[in-house]
């Protein structure tokens, strides 16, 4: 009988044993593998990123009062207070090493992670390691629509796609004369770098243009790293479009600047996505020479409202500890938005399994309320965030953005757009902000 | 027609800046037939060099030049001295590679010291006159790159006079020619080849404070002037001055011409379709010596 006992007892024992939950190896810390262009041609948008990378890890690891997620406490609360930690590597602006540095980041420094590569012609190409090593992989300021249109599993962006930003765009040129706009806007020139970022902006604008009524009189692709654009000004010159679709970067908006002002070359509008327009440097530096004044362009928030959201002054002031004093950005805003949101995925998976982490992200329903942006929240299809919104905004003789579009936002704004976009010689009189 | 002149116009004003980058170019692969891949990053320090005393000490980038022009001269010399000569009598491959790392020792320690940042700088004096236009003919003239063109044939005149007129210049062309028959008129080979370096990092410094005028400021400006400067070399003719400033209005001028009735992707391409050219017929380049 004591025989019998011991036999039962040591059953049940095994039977207990085996339908208990396997015990998840402790965490010690969340490796993320960020992969950006910290030097060579995209370095600039590479640092604004890294600063975003390193606000957040200050964020989640440290006890914040911000209502943000991870803000409060210390760690990831699912993981056991377990910390996060960015392994950050310079991929040069260069593809093929933001391959290699990828399979490196999944293979030697067994990441949990991948967030990069911050532009989209790079991320496409890292897309499909990532993809096949089954690992999440994101990249929120990445605007290219490609990006999510390849149904990939492993993939998610939270900021706004092209064609929600520009569609921004022409939906408000479309709008403005029946809210009190000029009404002689017919024709359109486009003016866009050769990358992929730029393409795909041309793309859609090529797309939405006719459908708001422009008649599209040059479609210019210039080259990147270009020393002259005089002859392509001298066309837009001959052109003589209404309004301005500029997509270029920060070094060749200058040059197209200094050769448009050579050239006393100034359209009605000028009317921007993304590149210079997005780099804070760039319109920092504007401010002593009035040279963005009556710009306007797409954003993914309200520039000047959401300085009033608690959070995003608080999120400011530890970002400006990594960026030299630099205030966040919209690039780096749509950055620590979408890192917040990776925090917090995590910590809801309770687990650093790709296949929980995955399941997690795609659960996601994150409210407006939680995010220091002005999406209308987080939620996926096809790891396309669909309440990502689009904002079209104008830089006004103040050298700040202020909101145009869309129209209950441009009330509480209530800035009265610059049209037409000013001379040079009036740029010169004027009084310079930045002076 | 109106459209070509203003082109043409344009192309020779761009021109005379390219002459400028490409002028130290000649002196230290045209003319002393050493490999510099990181003549951009002298650019870009000479850049730099004329963004810091503007924004530190409201120094303008035409008044900087003499103090950037020495710092570099010194810093060229030392370039030459502590790494070049190491590398000069072994293979060409050993002078590509040291110059490529200097390339990016240079670059990265900009990065980290400066950040990645684009930096402008403003109200200098040519960009006071950026609105300042002549027209003639219906073909205009910007001021600012006047002024700018004016000071780079000064400086080609300068070199031209110090390279063909000198004895300095007699014995650097006879050290590059032959350096054991140089030396035994009593020529010291080395300081020859160091004020070479030093001479020719002044020069594209200078042209740094110039372009910082109509240019931003970032580690990797260099880059996009280097590739120019090179075609531009090999297209006027190693070792020759005047074949330098030729060359660089030449490629001014294919890029602009290009633009205006092509789409701007065929603006380089046509450049080097050119040198392609060139090099069939004169591969020596349009006035070189050798």
Redesign the interface.
């Known amino acids: 009988m004591r025989r019998l006992t011991l036999l039962a007892v040591l059953v049940v024992a095994a039977l207990g044993v085996s339908t208990m939950v396997p015990a998840q190896p402790k965490v010690a810390e969340v490796l993320i593998g960020s992969v950006l262009p910290?030097?060579?041609?995209f370095?600039?948008l590479?640092?604004q990123y890294l600063w975003a990378s390193q606000t957040v890890e200050d964020i989640v690891n440290n006890d914040y009062d911000i209502q943000v997620p991870l803000g409060p406490g210390k760690g990831f609360p699912g993981l056991g207070g377990a910390p996060i930690k960015f392994i950050v590597r310079d991929d040069q602006s260069r593809g093929e090493q933001a391959r290699t540095i990828v399979e490196q980041l999944i293979s030697v420094n067994k990441v949990h992670w991948i967030n990069g590569e911050g532009t989209s012609g790079i991320t496409s190409l890292i897309q499909p390691v990532v993809e096949s090593a089954g690992l999440p992989l994101s990249c929120h300021p990445c605007a290219s629509p490609t990006l999510t249109e390849k149904r990939l599993k492993w993939f998610f962006r939270t900021g706004p796609n092209d064609k929600t930003m520009v569609a921004s765009v022409f939906s408000f040129l479309k709008e403005w004369p029946e809210r009190g706009g000029p009404r002689d806007l017919k024709t359109i020139a486009l003016f866009t770098c050769?990358n992929l970022f730029c393409q795909d902006n041309r793309k859609v604008a090529t797309d939405l243009a006719p459908k708001a009524g422009f008649k599209i009189v040059l479609d210019?692709?210039?080259?990147t790293?270009?020393?002259?654009l005089?002859?392509?000004v001298?066309?837009l010159q001959?052109a003589n479009a209404d309004v301005l679709f500029a997509v270029q970067y920060?070094?060749e908006t200058?040059?197209f600047e200094?050769d448009s002002?050579?050239?006393?070359y100034m359209p009605k509008v000028i009317a921007t996505s993304n590149g210079a327009y997005s780099?804070e440097?760039?319109l920092q530096?504007q401010k002593?020479?009035n040279g963005a004044a009556g710009w306007l362009g797409r954003d993914p928030t309200a520039i000047d409202l959401v300085h009033d959201r608690p959070a995003w002054k608080k999120v400011n002031e530890v970002y400006k500890k990594y960026s030299?004093g630099q205030n966040m950005g919209e690039l780096a805003m749509r950055e620590i938005t979408g890192l917040l949101w990776m925090a917090d995925v995590i910590n809801r998976a309770k687990s650093v399994d790709p296949a929980a982490l995955q399941k997690a992200a795609n659960d996601t329903n994150m409210s407006p309320e939680q995010l220091i942006i002005d999406y209308k929240g987080i939620k996926f299809e096809n790891g396309q965030n669909v309440l990502a919104t689009g904002v079209v905004t104008q830089v006004g003789w103040d050298g700040e953005k202020h909101t145009l579009w869309p129209w209950d936002l441009a009330a509480r704004a209530n800035f009265k757009p610059i049209f037409p976009s000013p001379s040079?010689?009036e740029r010169?009189s004027k009084p310079k902000p930045?002076? | 027609m109106t459209e070509l002149a203003q082109a043409v116009v344009n192309g020779l004003q761009m021109g005379f800046l390219y002459a400028l980058v490409a002028v130290g170019l000649t002196i230290i692969w045209g003319l002393m037939e050493m490999i510099n891949f990181a003549h951009g990053e002298f650019l870009m320090l000479g850049m730099f060099g004329a963004w810091w005393l503007s924004a530190g000490f409201h120094l303008d980038p035409l008044l900087a030049i003499v103090p950037i022009a020495l710092a570099m001269y010194l810093f060229g010399m030392l370039v030459y001295q502590q790494l070049m000569r190491r590398v000069q009598g072994g293979d060409p491959f050993t002078q590509i590679f040291a110059t490529i790392g200097l390339l990016f020792l240079l670059q990265n320690a900009v990065v980290a010291g400066f950040t990645s940042d684009y930096r402008f700088v403003n109200d200098t004096f040519l960009q006071k006159l950026g609105g300042v236009r002549l027209t003639l003919l219906g073909v205009t003239f910007a001021v600012p790159l006047l002024l700018a063109a004016g000071l780079a044939l000064l400086l080609f005149l300068a070199l031209y006079l110090l390279i063909e007129r000198t004895e300095f210049g007699l014995a650097l062309q006879a050290t590059s020619e032959d350096r054991d028959a140089a030396r035994l008129v009593g020529i010291r080979p080395q300081r020859m080849f160091a004020v070479a370096w030093g001479v020719g990092a002044a020069l594209v410094a200078i042209a740094g404070a110039i372009l910082v005028n109509f240019f931003s400021v970032y580690p990797q400006v260099g880059l996009q002037f280097t590739v120019l400067a090179y075609a531009i070399v090999a297209l006027g003719g190693f070792g020759s001055i005047l074949g330098t400033l030729l060359a660089a209005l030449l490629v001014g001028v294919i890029q602009s011409v290009t633009v205006v009735y092509l789409p701007p992707a065929f603006k380089d391409a046509f450049v080097f379709a050119s040198y392609l050219l060139i090099g069939l017929f004169r591969p020596q380049g349009l006035f070189g010596r050798f």
Do not use: C, F, H, M
Request: hydrophobic share 30%; glycine share 12%; aromatic share 4%.
């Open positions: 910290l030097t060579g041609n370095a600039s590479g640092q050769d210019l692709t210039t080259k790293g270009a020393t002259t005089a002859s392509e001298q066309r001959a920060p070094a200058v040059v200094n002002k050579r050239a006393g780099d440097t760039w530096a002593k020479t030299r040079w010689q010169d930045g002076n």
